[in-house]
C-alpha cells in the first residue's frame, strides 16, 4: 500500500531533550515536505526537499533539523525542544513537488507535547 | 505570506451550497486544494493551474482566476461527508507551498 510513515504518533518529552521524528514513504517520490498545524495557524512548512541531499528552509525552519540521505527517509529532527514546539506534525510527499503540479500524501500525524 | 481564505466557517444543511475563496497578495501560478477532516491528515483535492481552467471532484468543483490572484472552491448539494476543515496553498517557490489558514466547513442533517 502506497503510504507515508510516520514516527512516533504522540510523544510527551520534556524540554532541552533531543528527540527525531521519523517519515518514510514508499511510493519512490523525489519531494518531501514536513509542516506543523497549530490551532488558527493553518499548516506552515518547516523544511521541504526537492531530492536526496537537497534540503531548504520552509516558514517556521528556527529549532528543526532535517536531513535527507536517502530518497524514502526525511526525519525531522529537535535538538533542543520548547514548549512553543508542542504542535501535530504532518510529514508529506509527492512525486515532483509544487511546482510539478503533484498532489502531496501526508502522513497520518505526530502530536507532539513538549513540557 | 499566507493565502487568506473566506469564509473561516460556514454552516450548511445537506444539499446546500457554499464557495470558499482564496486570495493572495501576490501573483499565482497555481493553487492547490486540501481538505482535512478532524483528527485526520489532509487529503487532495484538486489543483488549479493558470489559465483560468476548473477543475471537478466529486460535486466539488473549483476555478482560478489568476487577474483577481484568487481562487474559489463550489461545493454544490452538499453532504455530511464534506465535512471539515479547507486549505487552499500557493507556491511561493520552487517547493515552498504555503497554506492558508483554512475553513471550516459543517454539513449538517
Known amino acids: 500500500e502506497a503510504q507515508v510513515t510516520q514516527n512516533p504518533r504522540y510523544l510527551i518529552t520534556v524540554t532541552g531533550k533531543k528527540l527525531t521524528v521519523t517519515c518514510s514513504q514508499n511510493m519512490n517520490h523525489e519531494y518531501m515536505s514536513w509542516y506543523r498545524q497549530d490551532p488558527g495557524l493553518g499548516l506552515r512548512q518547516i523544511y521541504y526537499s526537492m531530492n536526496v541531499e537537497v534540503t531548504d528552509k520552509g516558514d517556521v525552519p528556527e529549532g528543526y533539523k532535517v536531513s535527507r540521505k536517502e530518497k524514502r527517509n526525511f526525519p525531522l529532527i529537535l535538538e533542543s525542544p520548547s514548549p512553543n514546539q508542542t504542535s501535530l506534525y504532518f510529514c508529506a510527499s509527492s512525486l515532483l513537488g509544487p511546482q510539478g503540479n503533484q498532489p502531496q500524501h501526508f502522513g497520518d500525524g505526530t502530536r507532539l507535547s513538549i513540557l | 505570506q499566507q ?59 473549483a476555478s482560478f482566476n489568476e487577474k483577481k490572484q484568487q481562487s474559489s472552491l463550489y461545493l454544490t448539494a452538499s453532504q455530511l461527508s464534506y465535512s471539515g476543515t479547507y486549505f487552499c496553498g500557493t507556491e511561493r517557490s520552487q517547493g515552498n507551498l504555503i497554506f492558508g489558514k483554512g475553513t471550516k466547513l459543517s454539513v449538517k442533517p
Do not use: T
Not at chain 2, 457554499?18 to 493553487?31: H, P
Not at chain 2, 482535512?36 to 493551474?49: D, N, R, T
Open chain 2, 3 to 61: 493565502p487568506v481564505q473566506s469564509p473561516q466557517a460556514v454552516i450548511l444543511r445537506e444539499g446546500e451550497d457554499a464557495v470558499i475563496n482564496c486570495s493572495s497578495s501576490k501573483a499565482l501560478y497555481s493553487v492547490h486544494w486540501y481538505r482535512q477532516k478532524h483528527g485526520e491528515a489532509p487529503v487532495f483535492l484538486m489543483i488549479l493551474l493558470k489559465g483560468g481552467e476548473q477543475k471537478g471532484h466529486e460535486k466539488i468543483s
